[in-house]
């Protein structure tokens, strides 16, 4: 009769002990997660701003390159390109 | 059952003492740890996991009328020494001061304060890409890598040089605006700092952020003013100054329909990137802050003032004296001598002494009125610093002779911003409107400013056609093209130097065209040009060049009813 009981007592011992070790499991398995995805969002939040400063330069090198003296020069000398004479532009009206 | 004899007893006996001492150290142990020390102790582990850094916002971009890049920030690093050991730091900063450019003031700096024992000191803020790539490959060579550090700052880049420098300004080393458009919208485009929480693991890495305060980015700023036309009139103003060895000049183009700046320049340039290195002389925005006499383009307010107080008509005839006109103990002259002339040949010729008798006619309360009006003696209101109020006394100091003076451009000091609003009243169909230079923020448009009509379009029908006159026979025959219609007038005034009018000038010309419906308004001023003086002579042609570039670029034409044919 004691042994029975006993026996019974081990069961549920073991039934608790082994729902709170899946408690536990779970409860740390998403802490885990979590702390992954921390990592994974402030990768993406450091890449997002690298990519920021990555366009902000690129701009910075577009105006550059399109800064008027710079264009006239290259006009000018690569291509030997020249402002019209004030005889050279005539601004012709179509009739209607 | 298992019999246990009394010396077993006593070994458990001990055993579970032992045990229970174990048990009651850890216990004691934990509770002193988890309760006494609990502060203590979580302080040290925030410390070790726990990072809150500052959040430094981006300056807002800065772009033209058409969404060009006039100034950007990007981010780059500063350099600087952890100076734990004189003799180390020494030896590092010798090693990189020869990777990158440093002045000779500079150099002594950081020498001082290495020797001073200063723990913190700045190599160099900003560095170029190129000489972090060489920095950093000193400090991944070095023993001590503490000793060398490198912090993340935004630099601001001006893509265009000098183009547009006077408007645009400046910053200073900590991204404050200094002067020009980034000073006056300072608050707008600087943004405001945030801070961050941080947790990070035993390998530094973070996994967990926790914005304790949202950084807020400088707003985007969006101004009236077009590259294009900057560069062409910065282009030829410079031409102009060279070519008459003049100290400075200053060009401003407007839209006539709003009074927005397309155009401001001021000679000399500089680099807004070089800021530090340049002399306020230089740094001054001759277009808001310069003063001087204004000579007879100031006559197209007499003569509106004349017409809208209905004490002079067109055809009116004045005696203008043979070229003399004594007044009081003083005497005015004109360049050419006239005997008599119209009203509106006296502003054509820009007979002094017939503007002088136009003013006495007119008498002073009703001329201070229209200057006041006009907006004189008080700022324009753009959206710039360091923009000049001029000078106009009050009616209580004025003299006898005063309005005589005052008809043609003496006793008063402007700046060209306000002779440009002053064109633009007759231009605009008789409305005084703020000029401005801030189209808009953060891609929203702001309102249109507020108009004030104070001339009638008669007066201003009367103006336009006198000014076209000025422009096709009279003293502004350079400003003139071939086909199109240009409102203009020349003034060429005498410097005020310790007190007395010296034989220095300023030659200036304003105009608008198509003066019919006019589309640009125009204000040139040329500071002490050497040689030829007269506006009709030096800010004339200049108006001319930049127009016929502006014909082309902005494709405006009259109506083909006129003319089928302009040959620029």
């Known amino acids: 009769m004691k042994k029975s009981k006993d026996k019974s007592l081990i069961r549920v011992f073991m039934v608790v002990m082994l729902f709170v070790f899946i408690l536990l499991f779970v409860y740390s398995s998403l802490n885990l997660k979590n702390i992954d995805y921390g990592y994974k969002m402030h990768e993406l939040i450091l890449r997002e701003k690298e990519l920021k400063e990555e366009v902000d330069k690129l701009k910075a090198q577009k105006a550059s390159l399109l800064n008027l003296k710079r264009v006239e020069e290259i006009v000018k000398k690569r291509l030997n390109y020249q402002y019209p004479r004030s005889d050279q532009f005539i601004k012709v009206f179509e009739n209607k | 059952m298992i019999k246990i004899n009394k010396k077993e007893r006593n070994r458990a006996f001990i055993l579970f003492i032992v045990f229970s001492i174990w048990v009651l150290f850890i216990v004691y142990k934990l509770v002193k740890i988890q309760v006494f020390d609990y502060t203590k102790y979580i302080s040290k582990v925030k410390s070790q996991c726990n990072r809150i850094f500052s959040l430094h916002p981006k300056r807002g971009t800065i772009y033209d009328c058409n969404g060009d890049v006039l100034a950007i920030s990007i981010k780059t690093k500063s350099a600087f ?190 680099d807004p990137s070089r800021i530090k290195y340049t002399s306020q002389r230089v740094l001054k925005n001759a277009a808001v802050s310069f003063l001087y006499d204004p000579g007879s383009t100031f006559k197209i307010v007499l003569a509106s003032s004349a017409l809208e107080n209905g004490v002079c008509y067109p055809q009116q005839v004045f005696n203008c004296y043979n070229g003399i006109f004594h007044i009081k103990n003083r005497t005015i002259y004109d360049v050419h001598p006239y005997d ?169 010309f304003g105009g608008f065209f198509p003066a019919q419906d006019p589309r640009i308004t125009m204000f040139i001023v040329i500071d002490e040009p050497k040689g030829k003086y007269y506006g009709g002579e030096v800010a004339a042609p200049l108006f001319k060049r930049i127009t016929k570039r502006l014909l082309i670029y902005l494709n405006i034409f009259p109506e083909l009813d006129k003319r089928n044919e302009i040959r620029i």
């Open chain 2, 81 to 270: 020494l952890s100076n734990k050991d004189k003799k180390e730091s020494m030896k590092i900063y010798r090693l990189l001061s020869k990777k990158i450019s440093l002045t000779n003031g500079e150099r002594k700096n950081i020498k001082k304060r290495i020797n001073k024992d200063r723990k913190f000191i700045w190599i160099k803020r900003k560095l170029e890409d190129r000489e972090y790539k060489k920095l950093k490959k000193i400090k991944n060579d070095l023993s001590s890598k503490s000793t060398l550090g490198f912090v993340d700052e935004y630099k601001r880049i001006y893509p265009q040089k000098t183009l547009a420098a006077h408007a645009l300004g400046g910053v200073g080393v900590d991204e404050q605006g200094l002067c020009g458009i980034e000073y006056s919208v300072d608050s707008l485009i600087r943004g405001k700092g945030g801070k961050v929480k941080v947790l990070i693991d035993a390998r530094g890495k973070i996994f967990e952020i926790e914005y304790l305060k949202q950084p807020v980015a400088g707003k985007d700023i969006f101004l009236s003013i077009d590259s294009s036309v900057q560069f062409f009139v910065e282009k030829e103003l410079k031409r102009t100054v060279e070519k008459f060895r003049a100290k400075r000049g200053s060009v401003i183009v407007m839209n006539s329909r709003d009074s927005s700046i397309l155009a401001m320049a001021s000679y000399p340039f500089y």
């Open chain 2, 340 to 508: 008599k002339l119209t009203f509106e040949k006296i502003i054509i010729n820009s007979s002094n002494i017939g503007a002088a008798r136009i003013g006495l006619r007119l008498g002073k309360e009703k001329y201070y009125r229209t200057l006041k009006s006009f907006g004189f003696g008080s700022k324009t209101g753009i959206n710039l610093p360091a923009e000049e109020y001029g000078i106009l006394n009050s009616l209580k100091r004025w003299s006898n002779i005063s309005v005589a003076f005052l008809s043609f451009g003496y006793e008063i000091a402007v700046t060209p911003i306000q002779m440009v609003r002053a064109f633009n009243v007759i231009a605009s169909g008789g409305y005084l409107i703020k000029p401005n230079i801030l189209k808009g923020v953060d891609r929203i448009v702001l309102p249109e400013v507020r108009k004030v009509k104070i001339l009638s379009s008669s007066t201003r029908h009367i103006m336009t056609s006198i000014m076209i006159e000025v422009v096709n026979t009279g003293t502004g025959k350079q400003a003139k093209i071939e086909g199109i219609d240009i409102a203009g007038k020349t003034g060429t005034a005498k410097k005020l130097k310790n007190g007395r009018y010296e034989d220095c000038y300023v030659s200036s």
